[in-house]
């Protein structure tokens, strides 16, 4: 790991590299979200950490500014948006949830989805693709099998 900064190309920040994916992360999420907020990138409405990314994984913190809209999109793993503080709702298909600090929403792959900010708000989004060829769930405890 070095200690030297980079600029993210997602959202102009400079930012030092971290180790996106070690084995075990640990994460001060006030602190994150501060930090996001004092970045140049929070006046466009917006700002994202990827906080750990692996294969079959990725969580994100998303900052959001009241009335800030993520227009719709899909994701191709499943997903669980978690609001960490403020309130947001989200639009699938045709139903709307109300997320406010506290709540969690889990989504099947591929499910058009928008976010939007009521006030401003913080989230922590999981990606997860399963490996492929595998079950979702273990046959036994010990063990997963593949798919007859």
């Known amino acids: 790991m070095t200690n030297s900064t980079s600029q993210s190309p997602q959202s102009g920040a400079i930012r030092a590299p971290g180790p996106l994916g070690s084995p075990m992360l640990t994460f001060n ?3 994150e979200i501060k930090r996001l907020r004092e970045e140049n990138a929070w006046q466009g409405g917006r700002d994202s950490k990827t906080l ?3 294969e079959d ?3 994100v913190l ?3 500014q009241s009335g800030a809209l993520l227009h719709e999109h899909r994701a ?6 978690q609001t960490l503080s403020g309130h947001i709702q989200m639009h699938v298909e045709e139903k709307t949830f109300d997320l406010p600090a506290g709540h969690l929403l889990s989504l099947d792959r591929a499910l058009p989805h928008d976010v ?3 006030e401003d708000s913080a989230f922590l989004l999981t990606i997860v693709w399963p490996e492929e060829g595998k079950r979702h769930f273990p046959d036994n405890a010990g063990s997963v099998s593949g798919e007859p």
């Open 116 to 118: 939007r900010a009521l």
């Open 57 to 59: 994984c990725r969580i």
């Open 76 to 81: 191709s793993g499943r997903i669980s948006v």
């Open 29 to 31: 999420l006030g602190a």
């Open 62 to 64: 998303t900052v959001l």
């Open 52 to 54: 750990a990314k692996n």
